[in-house]
């Protein structure tokens, strides 16, 4: 099991910037990736960006060029949000693959407004 905790949400004015932090803990080994994935009012949940173990990137389009995806060390991932518009506004959940299983974080909800 690997639970995940997030933190760093909030509200903030379009144009502005976040960092969203996730921290693993329970059986941190074997995890494959780690990312983020975000979830609007009446929208499916999306990949945001994410992170493998090896150190490679996969970014969402709409998010290139903003946002910024890193890792402290095995257990910790961040997201660096920058130039945010209104339409990242949504509940952003921190994910981890490991062994082909997913696990996900409880959520924080980010707000930017126009």
């Known amino acids: 099991q690997v639970q995940l905790v997030e933190s760093g949400g909030g509200l903030v004015q379009a144009g502005g910037s976040l960092r969203l932090s996730c921290a693993a803990s329970?059986?941190?080994?074997?995890?494959?990736?780690m990312g983020w994935y975000r979830q609007a009012p009446g929208k499916q949940r999306e990949l945001v960006a994410a992170?493998?173990?090896?150190?490679?990137t996969n970014y969402a389009d709409s998010v290139k060029g903003r946002f910024t995806i890193s890792r402290d060390n095995i257990k910790t991932v961040n997201l660096q949000m920058n130039s945010l518009k209104p339409e990242d506004t949504a509940v952003y959940y921190c994910?981890?693959?490991?062994?082909?299983?997913?696990?996900w974080g409880q959520g924080t909800q980010v707000t930017v407004s126009s």
């Open positions: 992170i493998t173990r090896g150190g490679s």
């Open positions: 994910n981890a693959l490991r062994v082909g299983h997913d696990y």
């Open positions: 329970g059986s941190i080994f074997n995890i494959n990736s």
